[in-house]
């Protein structure tokens, strides 16, 4: 493996525009000999400082803020002023930040988004404005963008439809892109498309900066989003685009549309798909058993719900069962109770993954659908993930029924932020008397129960989408496949220190991030390239590659471009 070092930057920006720019700002770092040469002298206080006292001094006045949304205020306002400083904090503080610029915290921002808005980052696509797309991608001021995260805000995370306010999840799943999976901010560019929303609460409120009008009709939004994909394909031939927090009516049929055509992907369905499997892979093992033995029960039959429980079938057909048999572990319980056959209204997904009437033949229920409760007798499932974004649903009768047929279950309650989710660790800890394997969306502090310490893993697609990133830039992917998402899933078990020792957590620390990106983004390149999707080099270029692309957060010496 080759070490470059980086020569120094040519630079066409000096004074105060130097400052303003966040990706080249250094701040006090600049040294004296730069400060002369972009006419910053006394622009600064006077004493030259290191990154790492910089460093001091931000996270000094972070720890200042006591509670956790002026934190993330502070946190996006030093991103916005001086990036290589924001992600060199984020880094040596990230098991503390995480939380703060990324899910639960990330919730608020996106709800309070017109309230504490400051300073501009990434693109607002109106549809009002649609006739100047070309002109507002040209506006990005970015020549070489690499991922694009973009939403319509319609669904953020448990918390509904916040309009505009959905750039705030485009804006963190990119730091943690770059924190994680070491893109370079320069390579980054966060979208929220506005096509209204239908929050009565942000059409009435004077604060709101979106479009003050409802969601507009299917037919101009789908040609819209298609004027959007042209538009920046057209820009950006090699970019990867991330779709994020699309509700559901949108998000299958958006990623059916692109999947083939462009190199993108939808990170609730195949991202949460692949950290979820993953995760189950990892908890099988150290249970000693295969996923095929595993009877799922999914609450919520939504767009990660659906999408889990097709990769988990993948699994279960790679580990030797039919397509039928596969499905008649899968148990997906919505609104109505538990997707049967005869349910009317269900979307072509959820359609595919409904129990046939033979198979629930002799089940003893009452009412036209079997509950949740029915499920846990009749079934007897040994894993129970959710994923409907209702807090409370995994109720202490749901958790005892399912131990009583399980000896150890697997829950996982993932839905985002913390105050949405199913159940809270410490009740199902408590209700199973502490033989569970659970994991969360959002992170919850370790357990304690009957002198014993629980930690609680985080199973987040966070864990998956900057390895992908990362892998498809090594090898210039034009395509984003569910081999290469499984391949990301296999990886993450094989990190699993539960799996691997018998101890500790279910999955690897945030603080091994980084590393776990890289290794996945070796093995999502390696199918990559078996598929013909990318460019075929050897496994030491693709290493090469992956450490070449990977951005750490330093400061390098800057030149003046001379007219
Ligand atoms: N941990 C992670 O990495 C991820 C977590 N999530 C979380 O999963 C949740 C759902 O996301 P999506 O599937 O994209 O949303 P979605 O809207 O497509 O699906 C949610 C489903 O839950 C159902 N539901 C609502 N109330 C219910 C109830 N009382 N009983 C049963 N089902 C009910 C809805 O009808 C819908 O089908 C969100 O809270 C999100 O934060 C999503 C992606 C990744
Ligand atoms: C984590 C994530 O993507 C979600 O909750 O929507
Ligand atoms: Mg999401």
Known sequence: MTTRTKGPLYIPYAGPALLETPLLNKGSAFSKE???????????????????????????QYASF??????????????????????????????????IIYTPTVGDACEKFSDIYRSKRGLFVSYEERDQLD????????????????????????????????????????????????????????VVLDVGTNNEKLLQDPMYMGARHKRIGQAEYDAFVEQFMQAVYKRWPD????????????????????????????????????????????ACRAKGQQLCEQKVVFVGAGSAGCGIAEQVITQMMAEGLSDEEARRRIYMVDRFGLLSEGMTDLRDFQQKLVQSKAALSSWNYSGDFASLLDVMHCAEPTVLIGVSGQPGLF???VVRAMHKGCKTPVI?????????????????????????????????????????????????NSYI??????????????????????????????????????????LPSLTALSELSKRIAFAV???????????????????????????????RQYKRISF
């Open 239 to 282: 970019v990867m685009v991330q779709f994020e927090d699309f509700a559901q009516p949108n998000a299958m049929p958006i990623l059916q549309r692109y999947r083939e055509r462009y190199c993108c992907f939808n990170d609730d369905i195949q991202g949460t798909a692949a950290v979820t499997v993953g995760s189950l892979l990892a």
């Open 34 to 60: 730069e400060r002369e040469a972009f006419n910053l002298t006394g622009l600064l206080p006077p004493r030259y400082e290191s990154i790492e006292e910089q460093v001091k001094r931000a996270y000094m």
């Open 66 to 99: 006591e509670n956790t949304i002026n934190k993330h205020i502070y946190l996006r306002a030093i991103q916005d002023k001086n990036e290589t400083l924001f992600f060199r904090l984020v880094q040596e503080h990230l098991p503390e930040m995480l939380p």
């Open 465 to 506: 989408f900057p390895g992908i990133g990362l892998g498809v830039i090594a090898v210039k992917a034009r395509r984003i496949s569910d081999e290469m998402l499984m391949a990301a899933s296999e990886t993450l078990a094989a990190a699993s220190p539960l799996a691997n020792t018998g101890q500790g957590e279910l």
């Open 412 to 460: 996982f309650p993932l839905s985002n932020p913390s105050r949405q989710v199913e159940a809270t660790p410490e009740q199902v800890i408590a209700w199973t008397e502490g033989d569970v394997i659970i994991a969360t969306g959002s992170p919850f502090q370790p357990v304690q129960y009957q002198g014993n310490s629980y930690p609680i893993a985080q199973c987040n």
């Open 135 to 190: 002109a507002i991608l040209r506006n990005a001021t970015k020549p070489k963008v690499k991922v694009i995260v973009v939403t319509d805000g319609e669904r953020v995370l448990g918390l509904g439809d916040q309009g505009i306010g959905g750039m705030g999840i485009s804006i963190g799943k990119l730091s943690l892109y770059t924190a994680c999976g070491g893109i370079s901010p320069a390579y980054t560019l966060p």
């Open 525 to 555: 390149g390696k199918v990559a390239q078996q598929q013909g999707l990318a460019l075929e080099i050897s496994d030491n270029q693709l290493q090469d590659n992956i450490e070449a692309n990977f951005w750490r957060p330093e400061y």
């Open 395 to 397: 109720s202490e009768q």
